[in-house]
C-alpha cells in the first residue's frame, strides 16, 4: 500500500458519472485535473453533486461510469489506496465525543501513519493556528458545532496525504476562526498538498483557492481561476436595489440586467457608460417609495455565480 507519492503527480478526474437511483444523474459527466499546491474550489448550490463527487474520490463511493487517477493510480479499482492518498473532512461532524481535542487530532496523524513526535507538534501548532487553546482539552462531546468543525479540520491536516479533501470546512465557524481556517487551507497549498475545498462560501473561496469549478446539476458550468470567471463582468458593475415589501417587481430598463432576486433585494448589473441612468433610474424607485435603498458596486465572483446556477428566472 503506498500513501505517499512524490510531485510531479497529477489528480484526474474524467467523465464522471453517478446515479444513485439509475434514473437522475447525480453527477453527469464530470471532467477535471488538480496538481500539487493547488488549491481548488468547489462550489455548486445544495444537491449540486459537490458531495457525491468527492465520496467517490475518496473511495466511499462506487461511480456509474468515468475514471479517478492520482499519481497514475485508478482510485476506482482500489478504494482502500484512495483513502490512502486522500484525506478527506466530510461534511457530517466528526464523531470524537470520548477523545479531548489534542487527542483526537493526535490520533488521527498516528492512524494516518504520522511519527510520534512530528504529529505531537503539528497537533499544538495547529491549536495554536486555529486558536483552539482553550479546548485543548475538552471533550469532543462537550464541543460546539464550530469548533467541531475546526477539530476536524485539524484531523484532517495533521498528518496530510497528497490530496486533502475538505466538504463544507467553514460550515460553523465563526468570522475571525473563518479567517484563520483559510490561511491554514492556503498554507496546504504551499505544502506540495493538492486541496479541494467543497463550499458555499463564494466571496471568502473567491481570495483562497487557484482555480475553481461551478457545478449545477451534476455538470461542470464554469472552470477557471476567479478572475478568469470574472472575465465577462470586467465592464460591469454591481446595483443593487432593496425593494420596499409588498411591491411590485419594477420594470428594469432594456440596458440594465436582472441577475436574481433574494429576498426584496433585486440584484442587477449594467455597464459603465449606463452608471449615470442606473443611478437614475434607482434613485426614481426610491422617490416612487417602491424601493427602501440601492447601492453600486464591483461585480464579484459571487455574481457569476448567481448567474450561473440561479434556477428561477427574475424580472426583465
Ligand atoms: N445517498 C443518496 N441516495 C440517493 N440520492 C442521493 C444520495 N446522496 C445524495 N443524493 C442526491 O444526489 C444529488 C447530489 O447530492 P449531493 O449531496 O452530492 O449534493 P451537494 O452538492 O453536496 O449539496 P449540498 O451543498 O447540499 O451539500 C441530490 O439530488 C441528492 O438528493
Ligand atoms: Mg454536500
Known sequence: MVSR???PWVFEIDDLRKSYDGEKWANDGITLRIEPGEVFGLLGP?????????KQVVGLLAPTSGTIELGGYDLVADPDHARQL?????QAPVPIESFKVHEAIELAGRIRGGEKSTVRARTEELIDDLELEEWRDTLGAKLSGGVRRLVGFAMTIVHPAPLVILDEPTNDVDPRRRRLLWERIRRLGDEEVAVILVTHNVLEAEKSVDR???IDDGRTVAEGTPSSLKAADRDLLRLQVMLTPGVDDPALPAWLRAEARVGNTLVTTVSEPDVPAGLDWAQGLMTEGV??????????LEDVYVRLTTVEAVAS
Open 86 to 90: 486522500c484525506s478527506y473532512l466530510p
Open 46 to 54: 445544495n444537491g449540486a453533486g459537490k458531495t457525491t463527487l468527492v
Open 5 to 7: 507519492i512524490a510531485p
Open 212 to 214: 475553481l469549478a461551478i
Open 291 to 300: 424601493a427602501e435603498e440601492y447601492a453600486l458596486g464591483a461585480t464579484s
